[in-house]
């Protein structure tokens, strides 16, 4: 276990650079910032002192040396777009886009589990035909449309809920049930396609020959193994919330990491985009990472070298 560890840190740290210095060349590939950034009638003049001030008029291999050894210091500039410390939008930011993506998260996984089980034990009857119709129209239908669309009945015509924005527990309604929809689709679906194939292997069998009663055959022995690969789902899925949430966040005024992330491209301000990146990457790492040692705990099979 100590061997793996080691090794997936020192993978990480390596995916981590690869992909600092990626987002370091495309951002900076898509113009000058500061034709965004300055007024209409700057001159030359004052393109070249803030060139300079911004450190841009240095050589890219030295910028980017600069850019790691800062960021490793938890530095990561100042905005072009604000003028303040990048740090202090991420510190802004992120526990909101965390609150969200475990409401939702907590929203998907208290629906789709209970869906996905009965579903599978009551294979092609009403009930999986159902849960079929719902995961359907969770994956099918856009999450832009369906967040317009409880804004415009649910908040507009209802009232019943705010539009958009942080504040209360009411506030996460409606985004939290958009971001849910989509991972409640593919996580009932993937749970109810793996417990089938667990509920037809023999040590199941053996349980139900021994008289163990159903409930207990399912969900104490064949939910366990059939986690797996919804674990793998649900893990990446909530890093995806967690730093990526785009649509839904833009849609509803949400204060988080992925509009601020809109908010950066749109403006080409490479400082925040190359800390959005990095910190998104940082989340998946930590995701992935705590997915693999999961795997241990839910199959004692596995043994890592």
């Known amino acids: 276990m100590r061997r793996f560890v080691l090794t997936r840190i020192v993978q990480s740290v390596v995916t981590l650079l690869v992909l600092s210095l990626m987002v370091f060349l495309l951002a900076r590939a898509t113009g000058d910032p500061l ?3 300055l007024p209409l009638g700057a001159t030359q003049e004052d393109y070249e002192n803030a060139r300079h001030y911004l450190g841009l008029d240095l050589p890219l291999s030295v910028q980017y040396v600069k850019f790691i050894a800062n960021a490793v210091r938890g530095d990561f500039g100042i905005s072009l777009r604000v003028r303040r410390p990048v740090v202090d939008l991420l510190w802004e930011r992120f526990p909101n886009s965390l609150a969200l993506a475990a409401v939702s998260m907590a929203l998907s996984l208290a ?22 119709i719902v995961a359907t129209l969770g994956q099918a239908l856009p999450t832009f449309w369906l967040g317009i669309v409880l804004i415009e ?10 539009a958009g924005g942080t504040g ?7 985004p939290a049930f958009t971001l849910a929809w989509f991972v409640l689709a593919g996580i009932m679906r993937l749970l109810r396609s793996s417990l089938l ?13 021994k008289g163990v009663p ?7 022995h064949a939910l366990r193994n059939a986690l797996i690969p919804v674990v793998t789902f ?5 890093a995806i919330l967690v730093t990526t949430a785009i649509v839904v966040e833009t849609v509803f005024a949400w204060p988080g990491m992925g509009r601020l992330a809109y908010e950066a491209i749109t403006a080409r301000d490479f400082p925040v985009i190359q800390a959005v990146v990095l910190v998104t990457a ?4 930590v995701a992935n990472f705590t997915v693999d040692l999961l795997y241990v705990y839910l199959d004692p099979r596995i043994r890592y070298g």
């Open 35 to 37: 034709s965004l950034v």
């Open 111 to 132: 629906l789709a589990f209970p869906l996905g089980v009965l579903a599978a034990v009551h294979r092609d009857r009403a009930l999986d035909r159902a849960a079929k």
């Open 153 to 162: 009945v649910v908040a507009g015509r209802l009232q019943w809920l705010p």
């Open 168 to 174: 209360d527990l009411s506030h996460y309604v409606m």
């Open 197 to 209: 194939e667990v509920l037809d292997s023999d040590f199941v069998r053996t349980a139900r020959a």
């Open 214 to 220: 159903e409930a207990g055959v399912v969900w104490r």
């Open 234 to 238: 649900a893990g990446v899925y909530f």
């Open 282 to 285: 940082l989340v998946v790492v």
